[in-house]
């Protein structure tokens, strides 16, 4: 079975930090893109950040550009996302995404056609 686990999400005051973990088992990870995806209640789901297979390349949406940094650890099969500034805005549930991949780049941030899905943790900023 394949399986991503989303961790770290939960309350933070605006202009704060929050770093997410995505935990994966049961698949080649090396060879998988990777990305962090997040919804609001009423929208659909938006790519965030992705990651290259061998976290050489990576993507990010230009509303959290210079704000969220996405990074992997193939060793322990680990993504991060660390979180800055953060804005109320950001509150949604944040998912962690995988897609084989052959070639080394990041898919856009527009591409939400993934495999394999986690369950979801949220975040909620708020004063």
């Known amino acids: 079975q394949l399986h991503l686990v989303e961790s770290g999400g939960g309350p933070v005051q605006p202009g704060g930090s929050l770093t997410l973990a995505c935990a994966a088992s049961?698949?080649?990870?090396?060879?998988?893109?990777i990305a962090w995806l997040r919804q609001t209640p009423g929208r659909e789901r938006a790519g965030i950040s992705s990651?290259?297979?061998?976290?050489?390349?990576?993507n990010s949406a230009d509303s959290v550009k210079g704000r969220f940094t996405i990074s992997r650890d193939n060793a322990e099969k680990m993504v991060y996302l660390q979180m800055s500034s953060l804005k109320p805005e950001d509150t949604a549930i944040y998912y962690c995404?995988?897609?084989?991949?052959?070639?080394?780049?990041?898919?856009?941030?527009?591409?939400?056609?993934?495999?394999?899905w986690g369950q979801g943790t949220q975040v909620i900023v708020s004063s």
């Open positions: 995404a995988a897609i084989p991949y052959e070639d080394d780049y990041a898919p856009p941030s527009s591409f939400l056609e993934y495999e394999y």
């Open positions: 049961g698949f080649i990870f090396g060879n998988h893109a």
């Open positions: 990651i290259s297979p061998s976290g050489g390349d990576t």
